[in-house]
């Protein structure tokens, strides 16, 4: 017999975790003492939230279910951010937090909280251990459930004295849940009438959401597009399935999109949707491309379809396979006119001179992007910079991360430092502004401590400048609260952490910049400093 808390170790390493992201306290401290004798590697992060954000960059680059851990009561609550986070987006992770004894639930005892009732709108399921010999099984299932069909993050909150009981470890070798069964391969007859309306589009169109990537199914979508010459657009979360550079590719739509997309849909006969959720950043007015366009959607939640635009040819199932049905019935075919009529709705982008001691955002990152190598992850945070990177980092065999659905701040250093570790090969480049980088710069200690190389971009405006717009465009100038002012010293806070770095004022300073942060393997820091009028369109 072996103490639970030493078989919830077991379990992660039967599931091959190499990486944990967490914080320790009391209530989860003999989960943390059996962990230190396994082989899995633990990141301490400097705050709870961080360490779920670090997990989400993990799993998206791995494709598979990530682990973070906090301890009860605060510990647990600062990680619903990063759970809401993860579940807005559909990334898998498995949430460990540790409670108190199972005889003092409810009695408001030290460092007490309710995290699975106060969890369960962001969780795909949650479990409030209270048999021991439940734990193995109850880790399988966790698994089984974030990783399959739309993956989200699970919850296992674990109490102190579970963790100290003795139990028979054994490890299920498959899990049967008889209320849960994905799909995954797509109506037959279905997919039959949904390859009649793509045959005989005049202007189709593919835009691609985030579930392109749960599913892995990057290489059918380009596939498909290639064979049937089909135009492909994405959402924000869809970017980098397509690269920059593919004669079919017309960017990304939405209120922060860019023309070519934008038209596209519009002007579409057929709009085929593939694991998107046609949110109200991506399409404000749905109705009036629902009366124009027949409309596929392809998605494994069968939630997600019509919920937001209705659907002609729905159809439920994992992208990659319905792909695979579909590319087994696909034919060549030419739509000519219609791509050369996308392709004059395309613009070189024109940057607009800034004022002496700032530079253009837009063409530092779009810069970069032709310095940087072609495998570079890319994590944006939120605010402008978030908009400026989806828009300007031309995107080749790389990946780019951001938060999506939950827009939350803070995300790109913690998620940047997951994605470093998930694939030590590839450079990443965390892009902040002023103000969401001071949400998590603490875990640049996270990244000097744990050996992560990161390229880190901040940049200062001295607002919260994506509600300064909005305070400049709807309420008439009238700022309140978007001041940065007080914000400390960046170069001497990168400094203070070892990280080597610097200042860029003007287009010389950014080339040296750009130069240093392509070739050198070290992290390096680089603030940019950018006109406050600076808008993100």
Same mark, same amino acid.
């Given at each position: ?32 003492? =059996? ?55 559909? $990334? ?27 969890? &369960? ?6 479990? %409030? ?68 309306? %793509? ?5 189709? %169109? ?46 990304? %739509? ?11 849909? =519009? ?36 939630? &997600? $379809? ?27 075919? &030419? ?16 940057? &607009? ?102 390229? $880190? ?71 940019? $400093? ?8």
């Amino acid at each position: 017999m072996i103490k639970a808390c030493e078989a919830m170790v077991k379990c992660l390493e039967a599931e091959n975790v190499k990486v944990v992201f967490g914080y320790p306290g009391a209530a989860i401290c003999p989960f943390y003492d =059996k962990l230190l004798d396994s082989g899995i590697r633990h990141i301490l992060v400097r705050h709870e939230a961080n360490g779920g954000h670090a997990a989400n960059g993990y799993a998206r680059i791995t494709g598979r279910p990530a682990v973070c851990i906090a301890t009860s009561g605060p510990g647990a609550l600062n990680l619903l951010t990063a759970i809401a986070t993860a579940y807005a987006d559909s $990334i898998p992770l498995i949430c460990i937090t540790g409670q108190v004894n199972s005889d003092q639930i409810g009695r408001d005892v030290f460092q007490e909280a309710d995290i699975t009732g106060a969890a &369960e709108p962001f969780v795909k399921h949650s479990y %409030l251990v209270k048999n021991a010999d439940e734990l193995p099984k109850i880790f399988k299932e966790a698994f089984y459930i974030a990783g399959t069909g739309r993956p989200g993050p699970v919850l296992i909150d674990v109490p102190m004295d579970i963790q100290n009981t003795l139990i028979d470890f054994e490890y299920p070798e498959s899990v049967e849940i008889r209320s849960y069964k994905p799909t995954g391969k797509g109506n037959y007859a279905q997919i039959k009438r949904v390859m009649k309306a %793509l045959n005989e589009a005049k202007r189709p %169109l593919i835009c691609v959401g985030g579930g392109v990537f749960a599913s892995n199914a990057q290489t059918e979508i380009k596939e498909l597009s290639d064979i049937m010459q089909i135009p492909a657009i994405t959402t924000m979360m869809g970017i980098s399935a397509f690269s920059t550079d593919n004669p079919l590719f017309f960017g990304m %739509l939405g209120m922060h999109g860019v023309k070519s997309a934008n038209i596209a849909v =519009k002007d579409c006969d057929v709009l085929f949707l593939i694991g998107a959720r046609v949110g109200d950043r991506a399409v404000r007015t749905p109705l009036s491309v629902e009366e124009s366009t027949t409309i596929i959607h392809i998605d494994i939640d069968p939630a &997600e $379809i019509g919920k937001n635009m209705n659907a002609d040819l729905p159809l439920v199932g994992d992208a990659k396979l319905v792909l695979r049905q579909i590319l087994d019935l696909a034919k060549p075919l &030419e739509h000519k006119e219609w791509i050369e009529y996308l392709n004059s709705l395309k613009s070189e982008p024109v940057y &607009e001179k800034t004022k002496d001691g700032t530079i253009n955002p837009r063409k530092f990152i779009s810069d970069l992007s032709d310095a940087m190598s072609d495998n570079t992850t890319v994590v944006a945070d939120v605010g402008q910079n978030q908009i400026w990177t989806a828009t300007s980092y031309k995107i080749r065999n790389g990946r780019f991360l951001t938060s999506g659905g939950m827009g939350t701040m803070g995300y790109a250093i913690p998620a940047a430092i997951g994605a470093k570790l998930a694939d030590s090969g590839r450079p990443v480049v965390a892009i902040c502004g002023d103000g969401s980088f001071q949400m998590s710069l603490m875990e640049l200690a996270t990244a000097v401590q744990h050996g992560v190389k990161l390229k $880190i971009i901040v940049m200062t405006n001295r607002y919260l400048g994506m509600v300064r717009e909005v305070q400049q465009n709807v309420y008439h100038n009238r700022y309140t609260a978007v001041s940065l002012d007080g914000s400390p010293d960046f170069i001497t806070i990168a400094s203070a952490y070892g990280i080597d770095s610097m200042r860029v004022t003007n287009e010389e300073e950014a080339k040296k910049a750009i130069e240093i942060l392509s070739s050198s393997d070290e992290s390096f820091f680089v603030e940019c $400093i950018v006109d406050e009028h600076t808008a993100t369109i």
